[in-house]
């Protein structure tokens, strides 16, 4: 979407793009390059960590610090003032054609936008394009009304593009410094375009903006820098100007060739390749990347390795249950839903966040042994516990992550047989045993008759993920990280007037107290991750919200990230593992 870097670098590239397009189009191909065999997920820090070690100057006051002494600041804008919510620019060109109805639209977009730089080189002398070239030309090859097309890219756009919050601050401080701040920009969009855009998201104050679309010069061939320093100069004499961007060409290279000084800022989409998944579907692939990427490499803050393991591995995961729970409560009109502790404990709350008016409560269940070891009265305040909880329910489904019949069982046996209480009971799962377990196909006559649901993987379906999942190489540690609660372990129902055990925690609900044993996690660690989680869902939800098809995330698509996780002998996992086990005897 933006200008490449050299002038001619767009008459000498269609060929290659088209090349390009064609070789990552293969999800085969894909994952062959970028295969996640050769991810190496940091284990001794996290990645905010190692970026900061690596770029120790891009920090905010190292920024403020070097730009005091300059008359000028200018900037950048895209990948440097404001971020799209995409991992490549031009897959913002998804969602403009699924508006206008066009199949391949981005392909389509990307030839207009290049032979519209063809014919204007021819007409012109030079390749500097508006966003009406680019449309007129794209309507003679398709149809599609010139003024509608615009209309609906442009307000895409400016829905979806945001604040970059490292850049924000910058801005502020200086701002708040008196400095004088300057656009400089290749791009097809207008003057007034790029000041709606940047002004929208907070950036406001700008003196001036230059674009190359509107004065026919480029960062890119260094002629928009000299015209940049004329102008001025003209007003107030010999300045000094320090140009921000993320290209290192064209803002840093061709800047000080011009005469002004430079200051990079490492683009986030280029740093993050050796540890992000490629082996994922192109829109949402790109999105989840996008995501990663703007928030743990923006050079803004430092997260740990705990929050990063909830943002990076967890988010995506937790985002596309939480909806595939949705839908199916939506289409079997369930009364409610129970989301069973602890493991449901980050789903509820990620639930509650996206769903707040659907019937969702967090219960608590026995194991097994210990329902089948409940004396009278415990049976008896159980019993009291799920009459109160299914009160009124006819129809209702137990969330849980994998099934190893722990679940909908003992609970299915307790409220039919033991309180016959009428509810007609469903069990919604992440994922069944794996072929490599004993009892691998445990759950599947549930499966088949749909008493139980799973979202990514079971013997019929997610076959290739099944495959996958080794619970010997420690690939079932990655829930216990993931969906932790802080809380202490549930040990059972009792009377309130019963209670034993000096070193229990007891919780009294109504008329029935709730037993629990000890804690056995991080209170820290647990916290960062929960935290990471519900930042991914609630801040890809905030972009996409609005667009339901974005929503809707594949079993394959929500898996992907685990996959890099375990790569490398599962090394991540272990020593996230380690991280969590608390650090003195809780209680």
């Known amino acids: 979407m933006r200008k490449n870097d050299s002038e001619d670098y767009s008459l000498r590239s269609e060929n290659f793009m088209i090349k390009r397009k064609l070789r990552f189009n293969s999800l085969r191909n894909a994952e062959f390059i970028w295969g996640n065999k050769r991810k190496r997920v940091p284990i001794k820090e996290s990645e905010s960590e190692q970026s900061r070690r690596k770029n120790k100057e891009v920090t905010v006051e190292a920024f403020v610090k070097k730009m005091r002494d300059y008359d000028v600041i200018s900037f950048d804008v895209f990948d440097t003032l404001i971020f799209r919510p995409f991992a490549k620019p031009t897959d913002m060109f998804y969602l403009v054609g699924e508006k206008i109805g066009m199949q391949d639209f981005r392909s389509i977009r990307i030839r207009s936008e290049l032979n519209a730089r063809h014919k204007c080189k021819a007409k012109n002398g030079h390749t500097e394009i508006d966003l009406k070239d680019i449309w007129e030309n794209l309507a003679e090859n398709t149809g599609i009304d010139a003024a509608d097309g615009m209309r609906i890219e442009w307000e895409t756009e400016l829905q979806l593009c945001y604040a970059n919050p490292f850049m924000l601050e910058v801005w502020k401080k200086l701002t708040e410094m008196g400095k004088k701040i300057i656009i400089i920009s290749d791009m097809y969009l207008s003057t007034e375009q790029i000041r709606n855009l940047i002004e929208k998201n907070g950036f406001k104050g700008a003196d001036r903006i230059y674009v190359s679309s509107d004065y026919k010069k480029s960062k890119a061939d260094g002629k928009l820098y000299k015209l940049v320093k004329m102008d001025l100069s003209k007003e107030r004499g010999l300045l000094k100007i320090l140009h921000v961007g993320d290209n290192p060409l064209s803002d840093v290279i061709n800047a000080k060739k011009a005469g002004l000084d430079s200051l990079l800022y490492p683009n986030i989409n280029r740093a993050e390749r050796m540890y992000r998944t490629y082996d994922m579907s192109s829109i949402v692939g790109s999105a989840y990347r996008a995501i990663i990427n703007a928030n743990i490499y923006n050079g803004l803050k430092i997260r740990s390795m705990e929050y990063e393991c909830g943002f990076i591995y967890g988010g ?56 089948q070891n409940f004396n009278n009265e415990q049976i008896a305040a159980a019993e009291r516990y799920y009459w109160q909880t299914l009160n009124g329910c006819k129809k209702a489904a137990v969330v849980d992550v994998e099934w190893a019949g722990s679940g909908m069982e003992p609970l299915n046996r307790l409220i039919n047989e033991t309180s016959e209480i009428p509810c007609n009971l469903y069990e919604i799962i992440a994922g069944t045993n794996t072929l490599y377990h004993t009892e691998s196909d445990a759950s599947e006559v549930l499966v088949q008759s749909e008493r139980l649901i799973s979202y990514m993987y079971f013997q019929r379906q997610g076959r290739d993920i099944l495959k996958k999942r080794y619970s010997a190489k420690g690939y079932s540690i990655f829930w216990e990280l993931l969906l932790s609660s802080d809380a202490p372990q549930f040990v059972g129902f009792c009377e309130n007037d019963h209670r034993e055990g000096k070193d229990d925690i007891y919780v009294e609900e109504a008329d029935i107290t709730l037993k629990f044993g000890k804690r056995d996690v991080s209170l820290y660690g647990v916290a960062e991750i929960q935290q990471g989680i519900m930042d991914f869902v609630r801040i890809y939800t905030d972009y996409f919200g609005k667009y339901h098809h974005m929503m809707s995330i594949s079993r394959r698509d929500a898996y992907a990230p685990i996959i890099a996780a375990t790569s490398g002998n599962e090394k991540y996992l272990h020593v996230m593992e380690k991280k969590l086990e608390p650090k003195t005897n809780l209680v």
């Open 316 to 371: 995506l995961f937790v985002l596309g249950y939480c909806n595939f729970i949705h839908d199916y409560y939506v289409k079997e009109k369930l009364d409610k839903l129970l989301f069973l502790a602890r493991k449901g404990d980050a789903l509820f709350k990620s639930y509650k966040m996206h769903y707040p008016e659907d019937n969702a409560e967090y219960v608590y269940l026995s194991k097994r042994d210990s329902v």
